[in-house]
């Protein structure tokens, strides 16, 4: 049972350039989100999904898009990076709406250079 | 205003003592909350649910949740080396089911 699995673990990227970040989870659970965290700032939402088929933006949206492929996998996509956006990246899943636990990637650390 | 607000630390504590960490959150409306610890380079992991007023305890845990207060607060007992890491303190909102956090608090235990 690998849990929540993100791609890749580790990338750099030259300003302007795009990428997707993958999640996928194994546990059936209804509900994703992901998030970046930037030293003392915590975790902060970027976007959720809180079933299959709807997406909703969280604290800091503005520059990337989210796709909830299906069931288990849900996407980040930057379209074009920026030096702000280098940070950790987590993805995370629940049973049901953040009101159960909910289960983290291993991160992915993106620098845009 | 941030929906989740920590004491910023970072707290120092000598082992076997209690280490005291608080959160309040902004949504009055809130119905589950978490604390989740993470090491560093790590992922955060679970260690407490609380969804109803008063304390939960499991081993050297124990939340408390105030509702009415908005406020929730974790303490470690006998506090150990290996509870060095940060806490982040977790909030569901009932209105869009987001699930945020805090900034988190850095404990460190003193051998």
């Known amino acids: 049972n690998a849990g929540v699995t993100q791609t890749p673990k580790f990338q750099v990227l030259k300003t302007g350039q795009s990428m997707t970040l993958q999640c996928a989870q194994d546990?059936?659970?209804?509900?994703m989100y992901w998030y970046r965290q930037d030293p003392g700032m915590g975790l902060r939402l970027i976007y959720y999904?809180?079933?299959?088929?709807?997406?909703d933006k969280g604290e800091v949206p503005n520059g990337y898009n989210v796709s909830r492929l299906n069931k288990r996998e849900f996407s980040l996509r930057l379209e074009s990076a920026a030096p702000s956006q280098t940070s950790v990246y987590f993805c995370?899943?629940?049973?049901?709406?953040?009101?159960?636990?909910?289960?983290f990637g291993q991160g992915t650390r993106l620098t845009v250079v | 205003q941030k929906e989740v607000e920590q004491n910023s630390g970072p707290l120092s504590v000598p082992e076997g003592a209690i280490a005291s960490l608080n959160c309040t959150y902004s949504?009055?409306?809130?119905?589950?909350f978490f604390w989740y610890r993470q090491y560093s380079g790590k992922s955060p992991e679970l260690i407490m649910s609380?969804?109803?007023?008063g304390d939960k305890e499991d081993g050297r845990f124990t939340a408390q949740l105030n509702k009415a207060s908005q406020y929730v607060s974790l303490l470690i007992r006998d506090s150990q080396p290996s509870d060095s890491a940060t806490y982040l303190c977790?909030?569901?909102?009932?209105?869009?089911?987001?699930?945020?956090f805090g900034a988190g608090t850095t404990v460190t235990v003193r051998a």
């Open positions: 977790a909030v569901t909102s009932s209105n869009d089911y987001k699930l945020s």
């Open positions: 999904s809180a079933s299959e088929g709807t997406t």
């Open positions: 995370a899943s629940s049973e049901w709406q953040g009101g159960t636990e909910a289960f």
């Open positions: 609380i969804y109803s007023n």
């Open positions: 546990m059936n659970h209804n509900s």
């Open positions: 949504d009055r409306v809130s119905q589950s």
